[in-house]
């Protein structure tokens, strides 16, 4: 498989082409879709056919080409894996530059794994402007695969914000009954904490400028040249913190999730929580402490930020052990699951890094699957109460089985995917955070709480309602699209090593990088950041 690699020159084409794929079926898909006000039923019935398995089969080649990098990519290296670098705006020191590691490598092809199986979730849930619909979400996919692959600060803002107007339109057009409501919320937030980092952006391209005077936004140019005095660096690195907060998001940062989730789509929400939430991640991970390390190292800052990421670990297991509402309470578990990513990446040891890296992964394998299920859940009933459920394991024992596994997934049973990374975040943090760490495990017996006790009421309880004694099982389209993901589950579950062996170099480079930072920085009048 290397040598087939090598002989194609798979790395030195591969990340463009995963970028400019979904756009050109974007512009495809639109283009064919619309239908002229003269169609008739049966037409438009068979451009409709038409465009889920142009756009299906369009994903399935993205995940395709992007399974190669499992094999190609070096992550030993300390150079960046399928570079590639154009001019884009040179007189304004903008490249389109390209590169990953084994902490984006990870979440690329989380992306492409995800995006086929939320277009075959929502293969019947949205019937109407599916051509708009279906372009939005290629958009959208390759906003979020720009930013895990852009080494130039100002293309990863814009990719960036080019996440932010699809999902705003997939939530506000084909959402629930408050889609307005909880769309302008999910742009406001993202927006205003998007603003200040811009700000950040423009302040260290100039500041950095390369030898002719010109600005430069190289993510390599400003690691290796950028210096800052205390407080400076103490406004770039909050400029940066709070865009990111909000998108993982840390608690108080999360209000916009809830909404956001129980009113988008099927589709929508499994991107939203298995990707969106991740660039979140990602951006601590890649940009707010490598570029900042005295400041993330700083025990006030480094304190405030577990803190905040400790009370999001257990109010979200909390709130969600009383909601009512099963894809709410789903929702609320991300915010739990999402501070174990921040408690690891915080904690700052290579064992709790490469845990908050495995969390990322196995949130969004589980947390799609949920939704999705919920999805199906929904399709049936029309409902996502928990209590207008109850026995339906008598009749839908497939959905039952499936919905059982990926919850125990969700809870970190041992076995399955959710138990490595939880327990890789734990054990790392207890040694440099011991009191942050035991507080974080009580999160685990609120999450089993919980889900549980959904369980017990959706699929446990006697079957007493008439409406879920008709209820069909899963089709064979809806197993199809959950396989995998239960093949994930396990395989991450009971061997994880392939992933870990994958990130451990750039988990310890980046631990590396902090520590030394901070052995030789404070946050002194006179102390430079490099």
Not at 182 to 194: H, N, Q, V
Not at 222 to 248: D, E, Q, S, Y
Not at 280 to 294: D, E, M, Q, S, Y
Not at 300 to 311: D, H, M, N, S
């Amino acid at each position: 498989m290397n040598d087939l690699l090598t002989t194609l020159n798979y790395n030195a084409w591969i990340l463009p082409v995963l970028l400019l794929l979904p756009m050109a079926g974007a512009a495809a898909v639109w283009l064919h879709g619309r239908l002229s006000p003269s169609a008739t039923p049966e037409q438009a019935a068979g451009t409709t056919r038409q465009l889920r398995r142009i756009v299906f089969a369009i994903f399935v080649v993205e995940a395709v080409l992007s399974l190669g990098l499992w094999w190609s990519v070096d992550t030993t290296s300390t150079a960046w894996q399928a570079y590639y670098s154009r001019p884009w705006i040179p007189m304004w020191g903008m490249h389109v530059t390209l590169g990953i590691d084994g902490i984006s490598l990870m979440l690329i092809l989380l992306t492409t794994l995800i995006m086929p199986l939320a277009v075959l979730g929502g293969w019947t849930s949205v019937r109407e402007k599916l051509h708009a619909y279906f372009a939005l979400l290629m958009v959208l996919t390759t906003g979020m695969l720009g930013v895990f692959m852009s080494l130039d600060l100002m293309l990863f803002f814009v990719m960036w914000e080019l996440m932010l107007v699809p999902m705003y339109l997939i939530i506000g057009i084909w959402g629930g009954q408050r889609r307005l409501y909880a769309s302008l919320k999910f742009f406001i937030y993202t927006m205003l904490g998007s603003m200040p980092m811009l700000v950040a952006i423009l302040y260290i391209g100039v500041r950095t400028g390369d030898p002719f005077g010109r600005p430069s936004f190289s993510y390599d140019w400003i690691l290796a040249h950028a210096t800052f005095n205390g407080p400076t660096t103490l406004w770039l690195f909050a400029a940066f913190f709070v865009a990111f907060a909000v998108k993982v998001p840390i608690w108080p940062f999360h209000t916009w999730l809830p909404d956001a989730h129980v009113e988008a789509p099927t589709a929508g929400s499994v991107v939203l929580a298995s990707i969106m939430l991740k660039v979140g991640t990602f951006g601590f991970l890649r940009f707010a402490v490598p570029l900042f390390p005295g400041v993330a190292s700083y025990p006030p800052v480094r304190f405030a930020i577990l803190t905040l990421a400790v009370i999001g670990i257990v109010y979200g297991a909390l709130v969600a052990m009383v909601q009512p509402d099963f894809k709410k309470l789903v929702a609320y578990s991300s915010v739990s699951h999402l501070g174990f990513v921040m408690l690891g990446i915080f904690a700052m040891t290579v064992q709790s890094v490469q845990g908050a890296l495995f969390v990322n992964l196995a949130h969004g394998v589980s947390t799609g699957a949920l939704f999705l299920l919920v999805g199906m859940m929904y399709e049936r009933r029309h409902s996502r109460l928990l209590d207008d459920y109850g026995g339906i394991a008598k009749v839908m024992p497939v959905f039952a089985t499936i919905l059982t596994i990926v919850s125990f997934s969700s809870i970190g049973v041992p076995g399955t995917n959710g138990f490595v990374g939880e327990f890789l975040v734990l054990v790392g943090s207890f040694r440099t955070q011991p009191i942050f760490a035991l507080i974080a495990s009580t999160a685990v017996i609120f999450a089993a709480a919980y889900l549980l006790w959904a369980l017990q009421r959706i699929i446990y309880n006697p079957l007493t309602k008439p409406e879920n004694k008709i209820l069909p099982d899963l089709n064979w389209r809806e197993i199809g699209l959950l396989l995998p993901l239960l093949f994930a589950i396990v395989w991450l579950g009971v061997y994880p090593a392939p992933v870990l062996d994958r990130t451990r170099e750039a988990a310890a480079r980046f631990v590396h990088r902090v520590e030394a930072s901070s052995l030789n920085l404070g946050l002194g009048p006179n102390v430079e950041i490099r």
